[in-house]
């Protein structure tokens, strides 16, 4: 039981390049989130999905795209990077058993120059 | 609105107690929630408590909530180095299926 996984766990992008970041848990949860965390800012709401086929803006959408792929799965692509997008980027899932508590990946570290 | 406050720095010396306080505004609060962030890895949720509760204890960890003054704390008795890490405080409202977190607050342990 791997929980929730995310890959890469680093990567650098050139300004304007494009890459998708792919998130996967194994615990049967229909709800899935992608939070960005920055120094000072805490942890944002970029898109989530609570549940197979649906998706939401969360807090900071602008400059993210996601697709739910099938209920295990919850992608996030950014087409066009910058240097603002630099930041830790974190997938989580959740159950609604006790009010929708969430379980986190590793998070994904992602530098744009 | 819905917001959650809590302060960004705590230090502690090992073996005293850590009290990390939260405040949040939105009364229909279904469930609270504490995580914690060790450097380099996700969040992992340490406890939670319902609305209807006033205090919850979990080994080392005691939960205290006042829903009159919207105000919860998270109590670790006899801190240890390990403990060092950023604690988040967090809240679920009822018909929603996403969390409102808090900054959070870095919590130093020193020997």
């Known amino acids: 039981n791997a929980g929730v996984t995310q890959t890469p766990k680093f990567q650098v992008l050139k300004t304007g390049q494009s890459m998708t970041l792919q998130c996967a848990q194994d615990?049967?949860?229909?709800?899935m989130y992608w939070y960005r965390q920055d120094p000072g800012m805490g942890l944002r709401l970029i898109y989530y999905?609570?549940?197979?086929?649906?998706?939401d803006k969360g807090e900071v959408p602008n400059g993210y795209n996601v697709s739910r792929l099938n209920k295990r799965e919850f992608s996030l692509r950014l087409e066009s990077a910058a240097p603002s997008q630099t930041s830790v980027y974190f997938c989580?899932?959740?159950?609604?058993?006790?009010?929708?508590?969430?379980?986190f990946g590793p998070g994904t570290r992602l530098t744009v120059t | 609105g819905e917001d959650v406050e809590q302060s960004l720095f705590l230090s502690v010396r090992e073996g005293d107690s850590s009290v990390i306080n939260c405040t949040y505004t939105?009364?229909?609060?279904?469930?609270l929630y504490w995580y914690k962030q060790e450097p380099g890895a996700g969040l992992q949720l340490l406890t939670y408590?319902?609305?209807?509760?006033d205090m919850k204890q979990d080994q080392r960890l005691t939960v205290l909530l006042n829903k009159k003054d919207k105000h919860l704390s998270l109590r670790i008795a006899d801190t240890q180095t390990g403990d060092s890490a950023i604690y988040f405080c967090?809240?679920?409202?009822?018909?929603?299926?996403?969390?409102?977190f808090g900054k959070g607050t870095m919590l130093l342990v020193s020997p």
């Open positions: 989580a899932s959740s159950s609604d058993r006790l009010g929708y508590e969430q379980y």
């Open positions: 615990m049967n949860h229909n709800s």
């Open positions: 999905s609570a549940s197979e086929g649906t998706t």
């Open positions: 939105d009364s229909s609060s279904t469930y």
């Open positions: 408590i319902f609305s209807n509760m």
């Open positions: 967090a809240e679920s409202l009822s018909g929603y299926s996403t969390l409102t």
